[in-house]
Each structure stands twice: as structure tokens, then as C-alpha cells.
């Protein structure tokens, strides 16, 4: 149909409907450009999330991975286990006796004061606190008695010991060992000299040692 021969409300009708037409196409075309463009990942686009300032960033996947590998390779510092006291071993009659079942214990003479030639006395005892009886070694040496004066070593059951000097004891639990020694107030040293000189009126301290035990002081004076 030629539009030149349309006239009147026919034409204009014709128009408007080639106008819708056009129109409906142009909307179309603007809707899939749309989407296109809001499916790409161009550093031009602006995600709502960088619009919006309440929105939580996203996260960077590299970052991720950067984390996950240093966790996965670090070394954390380790959590020191809880210690657990050692359960007791069994010990058989007859072994050496442990230090700390052992009590070791002096006492001196009735009198604290020793004057002219009399010579002071001790009393040493040493107690098996263990379950089942074990032996130890009461020799000189091995459990001495020594003498002292402030800072001065006057006198050691340790010096100058003649043969093994070894006395391995059987100490049954609560059966104590007891040795009494009478010194002769005259000094010892570890050169052995023949002629001991005598020691000074003064205050002693006498005390028995046992490896690391200690008895309790005994305290006398010579006059």
C-alpha cells in the first residue's frame, strides 16, 4: 500500500504503529547490551559492593590462597604437655637406697661444753623411710662427719682413711643405723701428717653428710 495515497487518521495511524515498532526494537537492543555488560569483569566497572561504604569488601582470592599456604606452612610454637608425675617404680629388697628415703640425723654429747681432756661425743643415725629394705654405704667417707670452726675445716672422718674405707650397711625400714664417735680434739687433714696439732678452745660445729644430705648442727664448745 503506497502511504502517499493514505490520508487523514489513516496515516497517522500507520505511522504510530512504525514508531511502537522501532521503539519496542531500540529497548530491546539497550536490555541485552545491558546484560552483557554487567556480566564482564572490566576494571571500569564499579560493583555495588565499591559503591556502597556499609557493603563488605570481597574477598581477594590471591590474598586467600597466600593465607591458606602460610598457615599450612608455618610453624606454630608447640604447646608444652602437662607433666605427669613419674609413677613409682617397684624397687626389691636389697638395692641401694634412694637419697630421699634416707633421713640422716646428728646429736651431740650431754655436755656442750668440753674442758681439760674430755672429749666430745656424737650420736649419728641414719633411717631407711622405704618401702622394702635397702642396703647403703655408712663408711668414713661415704658418710662423714666433719668439724668446723666459722669458715675453718678442723676435722673430717674422711681424712686419712685407712683401707677400703667402704661399709655397706642393710637398713631395714624404720630400723635406724646408728654409730657413735668420740673425737680426740686434734685436727686432720688430708696429707695425713704424723703429729696432728691440737685444736683451740672455741666453738665447733659438728654436722654429718650423707651425698646430699645434711643432718642438723650440733654446736659445742672447747674449753
Known sequence: MDPDSMGGDGGDVYWRRRMSVLVAVLVVVAVV?????SGGSGPERSSSAQSSPSATPATDPLLAGLRTLAMGTASPSPTPAPKESPAAKPRRPGEPC??????????????????????PTFIVTLVNTGPVMCTADVGPRAMEIRITSGADRIWSTADCVSGVGTEVRELQRGIPYVRTLEWDRRRSST?????????????????????????GKGVFHLR
Open 98 to 119: 634412694p637419697q630421699d628415703s634416707l633421713v640422716l640425723s646428728l646429736q651431740g654429747g650431754k655436755e656442750p661444753i668440753y674442758a681439760g681432756a674430755s672429749r
Open 33 to 37: 547490551a545491558w546484560a552483557c555488560s
Open 191 to 215: 696429707d695425713c701428717r704424723s703429729s696432728p696439732a691440737s685444736a683451740l678452745p672455741g666453738t665447733y660445729v659438728a654436722t654429718a653428710r650423707m651425698g646430699a644430705l645434711r643432718s
